[in-house]
C-alpha cells in the first residue's frame, strides 16, 4: 500500500483526488489538509462522502503530513505550493503538485508568465508529469509538476503530428473551451452562474499563462522552438474541456500517414483513446474518466488537419493524472484506481 496525503483538500481537484484515492486498489489515503477547514469532517463539507471517508481536514503541517504519507499531493493554488513542496521534499516525502510551480524547466519562463521562483533549483529535478511523454522519467521522480488541463488536452493532440514531423510547426492553433470548474471552487465574478450560464466566451485571448507550458512540451518534441496561438473559452457546464488544433500539413503528407502517427504514438498508452479519422469526441464520453479521446480529420482541401482532443478536467486534466502518476512513481500499474468507465451521460 502507498501512504498518502493530500494538501489543499477542499477544492475541487482535491475533491477528485479524494473521491479516485478512498476506491483505490493500493493507496491508504491517511491525511487531508486545509487552513480554512481544520478541525472539520470530511463528510461534513462534502456529504457526497458519507460512508466513503471519515477523515477529518488538517492543517498542513509538514512534519504531520511526513509522518502519515509516503507521497502528497499539493493541490494548492500557484505560490502557495512551492512553500510547501521544498518542505515536503527535504521529509524525504515523494511529491505530486497539481499547481504550475513545478511545470517549467526554465525559471525565467515561468518568472515572466508567474511570480519570482522561490525554489529554482528544484526544477530541474522535476518531471512533466504526462505519462504518455514521460513515463520511464515519472518512475523514479520525486518530484512531479502535473500538467495543466488545457496543455494536456492540447499537447496529446498534437505529439504524433509533431514527433513524425508531419505539420508545419510555425502553423499550430489551438482553440480550446473549458467548463466552469476549471476555475476552481474559490468564488469569483467571472464564474457567477449568472455571468456563465446561456453565454460562451473567449477570455486571455494572447496571454494566457498555459501558453508557454503548452510550447514549452511542444518544442521539445518537435526539436526546434514553437511558438502556438491558443485561444481558451468558458462554457457554461461544469466539467470537460475540449480542445480543437489545427495545423497545415507538410508537402506529401497522406491521410494514412496521419493516422499511422496516432496509431503508433498510442500504442501503449491506457488513457487515450483513438477515435480514428472521421468520428469526433464529446467531453460526455471522457466525464469523470482518465481518458483522452482523440479525433481527427485531413482536410485536402486546406492541406490542414483539425485533431479534437477532449478530457475531463478535473481526472485527466488534473487529479486522475496525478493519481496515474502516482501509481507510476509508486511502481503499481499505470491504470490501479482509474480503470473506471466514464460517467455519460
Ligand atoms: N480546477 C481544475 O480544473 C484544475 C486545477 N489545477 C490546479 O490545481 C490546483 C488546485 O486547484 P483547485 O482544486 O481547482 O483549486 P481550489 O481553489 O478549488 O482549491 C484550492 C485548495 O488550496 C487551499 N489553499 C488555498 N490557498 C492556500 C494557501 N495560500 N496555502 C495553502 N493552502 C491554500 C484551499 O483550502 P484552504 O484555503 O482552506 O487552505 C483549497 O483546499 C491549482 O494550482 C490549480 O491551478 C490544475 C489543473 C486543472
Ligand atoms: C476555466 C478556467 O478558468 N480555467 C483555468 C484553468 C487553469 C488551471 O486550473 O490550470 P493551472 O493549474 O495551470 O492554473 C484558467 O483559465 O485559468
Redesign the pocket.
Known sequence: MVRVAI????????FELIRILSQHPQAELNMIT????AGQRLDAFYPAFRGHCSLTFEY?DPDKLASEADLVFT????Q??MDLVPELLKRNLKVVD???DYRFRDAGVYESWYQKHKTPELLPGAIYGLPELYREHIKTARLVGNP??YPTSIILATAPLLSKALIDPGTLIADSKSGV??????ASLGVHFCEVNEGFKAYKVGEHRHTPEIEQELSFLAGQKINITFTPHLVPMTRGILSTVYSSLQDGVTPAMVDEAFHSFYANAPFVRLCGSKAFPDTLQVRGSNYCDLGWRVDERTRRVVVVSVID??TR??SGQAVCNMNLMSGLPEESGLDTAPWQP
Open positions: 494538501a489543499g483538500a477542499s477544492g475541487y481537484t482535491g486545509s487552513r480554512g477547514q498542513p493541490a494548492l493554488p500557484h502557495a505550493a497539481l499547481s504550475a495543466g488541463c470548474s476549471g476555475a476552481g471552487r474559490g478536467n478535473l486534466g488534473a
